[in-house]
């Protein structure tokens, strides 16, 4: 840090707030994370709502249930990546016997959206294994199976 950097002053630690913590569960279940909502002004530092999490079963239940609907807004906002070309451009720097080549290619960056669409898919389906997780083949039908009936006499 330079001279001319202010140095960052930690925010104190504030006391549990329901005006505050319920706007925290809207944000994160409109998709937002836990730490980018923190480094907002007028809210409280991470370390703080980690305390609350700790200090307020309620509180708790509430964010953990934000967290399950963040995975749906996300799961929705993967569909909006996949079917929204994004156009960008990759550029390949080659340094030839004559000089140096540049070869632009201008178009939709589908690797960038699969990237998108992988992550939001791979963390709905741990926050939510149920309604995003991969159905395995040989998962099936886990119930009881009844037989009825014994084997035939000889």
Request: glycine share 8%.
């Amino acid at each position: 840090m330079t001279e001319a950097e202010p140095k960052k002053r930690r925010r104190e630690r504030q006391p549990f707030d329901t005006e505050t913590a319920d706007e925290i569960l809207e944000r994160i279940t409109e998709g937002e994370s836990l730490r980018a909502i923190c480094r907002s002004d007028n809210m409280p530092n991470i370390s703080t709502v980690m305390k609350w999490l700790e200090e307020f079963p309620l509180f708790q239940k509430q964010y953990a249930r934000a967290c399950e609907l963040r995975a749906d807004t996300l799961v929705e906002k993967a569909l909006q990546i996949i079917s929204t070309p994004e156009f960008g451009e990759e550029t390949e720097t080659t340094t030839g016997p004559d000089g140096t080549i540049v070869k632009v290619k201008r178009g939709d960056m589908i690797q960038h959206r699969r990237l998108q669409y992988d992550a939001i898919r791979w963390y709905a389906g741990k926050v939510r294994p149920k309604k995003w997780g991969d159905v395995k083949a040989d998962e099936g039908d886990s119930g009881t199976i009844k037989i009825e009936g014994g084997l035939p006499d000889d």
